[in-house]
């Protein structure tokens, strides 16, 4: 492991043929409920099959409020003990929610769950490098300034963000950094909050205006997040990015979402639970988005040479 003074990165190998897969879960942590637990195991059947090197999860880790502290019984019965497929014990990436930020923030980031279960790996932003893809996790929560002036009945736990000013600034400008010295064949970063999305959220306005233009800038293949719980994927009419939303781990079916919002751009949207997995060659990405029952309910082909697209149902 490298590590800077702000951005830690990580090694992680890619299969003997050198590809890789990986499964991408969001919005998760209810003990089971919700159909937390169906989910789960559909997502150890998948990986399975594919073989996956790890898990993506796209933040809001624990219900309603995050966890206590390090010894927060919700961990275990959250994740431990519901995520227990043999093909789920891979590590775990993870970045935090604003459900995460409504407990003891530091919880999820404290060497002691690593302890507890060694899957678990949640930092605030950081970066992940494998020979083919460079993966990085980006803290959008601070940057939704309706948690800072109008968090109504919310208490977060802003330990390490204020001055905001300064972290938000620091985010980006790491970013920017890391993806300018990035020489990988895929790009692929992750964030809480979409900036893409028709579901109950909808887009973060905050992140158009702050993180889109870098990632625009910087040749970025794929957005991933949650927040919305749903799964979504909207292609960029402006350039080769593609945008997911992976938020259905289980409370889901809201129902009030806009089709017309979505425009041309949107090419999939699911209003209920399930995941989505991902394998990649240096040329090629497949990613899948399965509902409860593993059903795939839309599938993509990327080429590294022509981002041809198509969809199947």
Avoid at 10 to 23: C, I, N, Q, Y
Avoid at 189 to 216: A, C, D, R
Avoid at 272 to 301: W, Y
């Amino acid at each position: 492991m490298l590590v800077s003074a702000e951005f830690q990165r990580f090694e992680h190998p890619v299969k003997a043929d050198g590809s890789l897969s990986f499964l991408v879960i969001g919005d998760w942590g209810r003990k089971g409920a919700y159909n937390q637990s169906h989910v789960a195991l559909q997502m150890g059947k998948v990986g399975e099959e594919l073989g996956i090197d790890f898990v993506i999860s796209t933040g809001d880790n624990f219900y309603e409020e995050g966890l206590a502290s390090p010894y927060d019984p919700a961990f275990s019965h959250s994740f431990t003990n519901i995520y227990t497929a043999s093909s789920l014990q891979k590590q775990w990436y993870s970045v935090l929610g604003n459900h995460d930020y409504r407990g003891d923030v530091l919880a999820q980031l404290s060497p002691i769950l690593r302890r507890i279960d060694s899957r678990w790996l949640c930092q605030r932003s950081f970066q992940v490098n494998t020979e083919i893809a460079e993966f990085f996790y980006t803290d959008t929560t601070p940057f939704v300034d309706q948690y800072f002036r109008d968090p109504k009945h919310q208490k977060f736990d802003w330990r390490g963000v204020i001055p905001r000013k300064k972290y938000l600034s620091r985010i980006l400008k790491d970013l920017r950094g890391a993806l300018k010295e990035s020489v990988a064949k895929w790009r692929i970063v992750i964030g809480h909050h979409p900036i893409k999305s028709i579901g109950h959220h909808g887009p973060t306005k905050e992140l158009i205006t702050h993180l889109l233009p870098i990632l625009e800038a910087n040749s970025v293949d794929m957005y991933i997040n949650g927040h919305d719980h749903c799964l979504e994927h909207f292609s960029s009419i402006k350039s080769s990015l593609q945008f997911f939303t992976s938020g259905g781990g289980s409370k889901a079916w809201k129902g009030d979402f806009d089709y017309f919002d979505g425009g041309d751009e949107m090419k999939f949207y699911y209003d209920g639970q399930g995941f989505m997995s991902v394998e990649l060659t240096p040329t090629n990405a497949k990613i899948g988005f399965h509902d409860v029952l593993g059903r795939v309910q839309h599938s993509l082909d990327l080429s590294k040479q022509t981002y041809n697209a198509y969809t199947a149902m």
